[in-house]
């Protein structure tokens, strides 16, 4: 078994980040100075996946704080404050991106912090507990989906959802990694997932690596792999979650989960809670990201529709709330109907950041 190389650490004085644009073919790193970089970082890709992109969030304002010219606290807040917009429309359908902006923000909002320097160590400091937090939450959620993997289960997987979509671990493959290393026998049957390949660039390279069994498919085939191989579950991980479960996921979710439904498979969403909105009443309150059409009509850079082909691509679509089966959070199992099963999970989690163990405490 072979760990996958860091998605993100913290230098002191720059993040840096796994190409995952070059991935599989070369793995190298990029480094971010100015919350500029890791904004755009963010934009084009270098890390993706939910958990990455806000802790990258988190740190692009340790760099914002590292390098503002302020020499007052409140001069130095609002230089935070405008890096965290910038930095939150990077990518506007995962809501862990504003969710880390404004934890950071409030973090450098106490008034008792009285210098930059203070401003700044906390801002730093909060940034890192972040990041041990996210390997915490994914290894507990890796715990709590342990028992709806049968041994011998097949799995089928959508997008990537492993360490390299997180800091570490990651979530429904974390969960996958979980009953490997328990000793389960498991076999992933890997969506490819167009356009940008996450299944095929870097699903099947991390469960490679992992020693775990994998097959790769279009993700034109799910559905008659269901059929011909037995699926017994699929996993996928999440970008946002509404109050009533409406679940916004890499594009290609939606027709996963209706197929899963037509065969009675059950369709599992594991996320971390902070992957809740409950500001969302449902998914049609969910930002669609739209990306640029060259993802569709180029593959490395080469044509493979006409020049001037009329293209839709949304980087995400909602699966409704009915076609899922449960969620899977480090606060446990949420079954249907969800919408109060998730407002505990949220709950749960904003009481239990008051006992967090003191190895992963801010201050
Ligand atoms: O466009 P991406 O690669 O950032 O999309 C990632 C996904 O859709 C993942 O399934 C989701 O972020 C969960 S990652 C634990």
Known sequence: MTEPPKTLSWMGDRLRLLDQ??????????????PEEAAEAIRNMTVRGAPAIGVTAAFGLALAALRCGA????????????????????????????WAVDRILKAADIPR??????????????AETMAAEDVEINRRIGRHGLPLLPDGARILHHCNTGSLAAVDYGTA????????????????FVDETRPRLQGARLTAWELGRLGIPYTLITDGAAAFAMKMFGVDLCLVGCDRVAANGDTANKI?????????????????VACPVSTIDMDCVSGSDIRIE??????????????????????WNPAFDVTP????????????IVRPPFGPGLADAVRKSESDRLRIPRRLRRG
Do not use: Q
């Open 173 to 188: 493959l974390g969960i996958v990694r979980t009953a490997a290393e328990g000793g389960k026998k498991v076999h992933v």
């Open 21 to 34: 644009r070059k991935l599989p073919a070369e793995v190298m790193n990029v480094d971010c100075f100015t």
């Open 252 to 268: 290609g979710t939606y027709h996963l989960a209706l197929a899963a439904k037509a065969h009675g498979v059950p369709f599992y």
């Open 113 to 126: 912090l009285d210098s930059v320097e203070d401003v700044r160590a906390t801002v730093i400091r909060e």
């Open 71 to 98: 020499t007052d606290p409140s001069g130095m807040r609002n230089e935070l404050g405008i890096a965290g917009e910038m930095l939150r429309l990077s990518r506007p359908t995962a809501v862990n991106l504003g």
């Open 321 to 332: 709330a009915d076609a899922i089966t449960a969620f899977i959070t480090e606060n446990g």
């Open 290 to 311: 739209e990306r640029d059409a060259d993802e569709i009509t180029r593959i490395n850079g080469i044509a493979v529709a006409p020049a001037d082909a009329v293209v």
